[in-house]
């Protein structure tokens, strides 16, 4: 039943000693057992969503969304090395890279991996066998994503986290069917310089 099942995860759940909440940054550890240990509900959501996560193959360090209705706590890792925005967005670096930066309105080449909070993988560019490419600061990209490759440098490879409020517009035109929580797995490859160009009453943007 699901006492027995709370029991059952209580040991895995003790293997969060260490983890982070994206919710209000300060999320400690301590209160992370706590919740679960007085929360059994929650206790059997982290079960259920670890076994999603194991049945999608979830990359390695991907944290686990705890959905209560509308609101979700993420949890990552023990000993990983997410680091948490003020806007609630969650990166981790994979490789830091030492190219160049790409600024505002910078053309950008990357490859991608997008995935759900269950872990499953949903688009990217292994679809398509090629790189994406997009000019940041003309709304191409969702806002979290442009803000997580504005702090890469070329060669750098960063998971990032996005909540709903920095997320992907949702509806049948999208993949995306209702607002959580999106996982973009980035690298970063190339960086074109962009200027603005002004022609009579027009401008476009020009990249080297």
């Known amino acids: 039943g ?17 983890a982070a909440l994206s919710q209000g940054a300060e999320g400690a550890a301590e209160e992370v057992l706590d ?3 007085a ?3 929650m206790l059997l959501e982290y079960n259920r969503a670890r076994r999603m996560q194991a049945i999608n193959d979830a990359p390695l360090d991907f944290p686990t969304f705890l959905r209560d209705g ?3 706590t993420v949890v990552t890792p023990p000993d990983s090395n997410y680091v948490a925005s003020k806007d609630g967005m969650l990166t981790l670096d994979f490789e830091l890279g030492d190219g160049t930066r790409p600024g505002p309105n910078d053309e950008i080449v990357f490859n991608y991996t997008v995935y759900n909070e269950a872990g499953k993988k949903i688009d990217g560019t292994y679809k398509q066998n090629e790189p994406a490419q997009s000019v940041l600061g003309l709304g191409a990209l969702i806002p979290g994503v442009e803000e997580g490759i504005l702090g890469m440098n070329v060669g750098g490879r960063r998971r990032i986290v996005c ?3 920095l997320g992907p517009p949702v509806g049948p035109q999208t993949f995306f069917m209702s607002r959580q929580y999106e996982v ?3 690298e970063l490859l190339e960086v074109h310089k962009c ?3 002004r022609v009579l009453f027009t401008q476009r943007e020009v990249c080297e």
């Open 195 to 197: 200027r603005t160009e």
């Open 39 to 41: 929360d059994e509900r």
């Open 184 to 186: 973009f797995d980035v």
């Open 163 to 165: 909540p709903p409020e």
């Open 2 to 18: 699901a006492g027995a099942a709370g029991a059952a995860g209580a040991a895995e759940a003790a293997s969060l000693e260490g």
């Open 35 to 37: 919740d679960f240990f």
């Open 70 to 72: 509308f609101e979700a």
